[in-house]
């Protein structure tokens, strides 16, 4: 099972002076070419001040602060109220930016799943994700297999994430070409009335916002 | 495809995918190394308003033009790393020769050996 | 800059295929769908990814397709609908039909 809570070894390949601190964690595996050659390539930008060794440390720690729970708290919050929802459908970044998120200068769209719609999205030619808002994608995301089928058989391929949508609910696939990305904004499930935001938060998934699952069933998960 | 196609005239670049078939979509997922992390931060940075040493375009091009065996050959962030090397020696920003010499240092001092990836 | 394309023209993608950097996927090159929406302008990719700047700005339009048009033996519904973001560069007013 995969788990999102961030690492502890910080400690980059970076250095602003000196000889390379080697990652101890990598000390027993051998180096590969690209590893060396990432090593080399960061270094060598460092030394010649065109990033810094701050500016580098500083960059990973956001990435890895990122993760889907930014996204978890804009859906509780649009699920309780409409005014948030209106704005968030209309520029996520802006309306992340009334909770205090940062999603970054890249624009993300919000599509919305009703009843008649259910929305899966996918970028065929390469990865495009909403990284600045919900963390890095899953490596199933950026597979051969998701990339070519999701727009061929998407529901096929919703099946064997466990999720069938009835024949009368249009499935929706967004193929991100361009420079938007794009998150879902799942249906609020039912038997969760009186939550509170924090509480719907917990039932909002990284797949239900990529378009794969539903959110949790109320019913599944403990309240506390 | 839903339209016979004379495969003399059309071209499907390998990765354009969309609609090719392919196998189960496993749902792996691994934890991204720390060097993986540092491919990103360091495109980020040369992405950044305060440098726009390269673009999102020009590093899907340089993916891209890594050609096709690179979706078989390389991981994600090899690919990542690979795009975002070319385009600083195309800018020059840094050179092939420094870049060499200072893998093969890398290399040399590693204490588990390299790993041959020929 | 003046978008060519209104909010439900129907439109088709053009049937070309160039190399380099392009956007528009090949599973639709040739199809008809619908623009959903006018995004606005946006810098053209396919000069972009040479370093050069893009401009003029290109319109870029979200076209909704219906899934069983873009494929053979679909195993979905006729409901279901796919959502490309194009630019202006690669649609033309659906084509007459005779």
Redesign the interface.
Known sequence: M??DHP?D??????HAHGP?P??P?????????????????????IE?G??TAD??RA??ES??AKSPAAGARMVARAWTDEGFKARMLADVNAAAADLDIDAG?IPIRAVENTEDVHNVI?C????CYPRLLIG?P???Y????????T??EPRV?LA??GTTIPDDVEVRVH?STADLRYMVLPRRPAGADGWSEDELAGLVTRDCMIGVALPRSPGTKSRA | ???ERDDK?????H?????????????????????E??????L???AD?K?R?I?T??L??G??ELGPGA?DE?????RW??S??NN?IE?G??SID??GR??AE??Q???????D?R | MTARFAVGDSVTVRAA??????RT???VR?KTGRVAEVLGPYRN?EE????RK?EPALALYRVIFDTA????NYQGTGKDTTVIDIYENWLEPEEEKV
């Open positions: 995969p788990h690492h070894h910080d400690h980059g390949l970076e390379h080697f990652q964690d990598l000390e027993e595996a051998p180096l590969t070419h690209y590893q060396a050659m990432t090593q080399a390539v960061g270094d060598l930008l010649k065109v990033i500016e580098l960059m990973l990435i890895d200068g996918v065929t030619l390469c990865s890095l899953p490596d199933w950026k597979s051969r297999a998701y990339r070519s089928r727009v061929r391929v064997e994430f193929d | 495809m839903s339209k005239l059309v071209l499907r670049r990765h354009d995918m969309g609609g090719l078939p392919a196998g189960p979509v496993e749902p792996v997922e691994h934890d991204y190394a720390p060097w992390k540092r491919v990103d931060a360091i980020r940075l040369l308003s440098r040493l673009t375009d020009e899907r091009r993916i891209e979706y390389m991981s994600y962030y090899e790393i690979a975002v090397t600083l800018k920003v840094i420094e870049l200072r893998m890398i290399t001092a590693w204490p588990a050996g390299v790993e990836k | 295929f160039p190399p380099g950097h392009v996927p090949f599973f040739g990719p972009l990814a040479y370093g893009g048009e873009l494929w053979d």
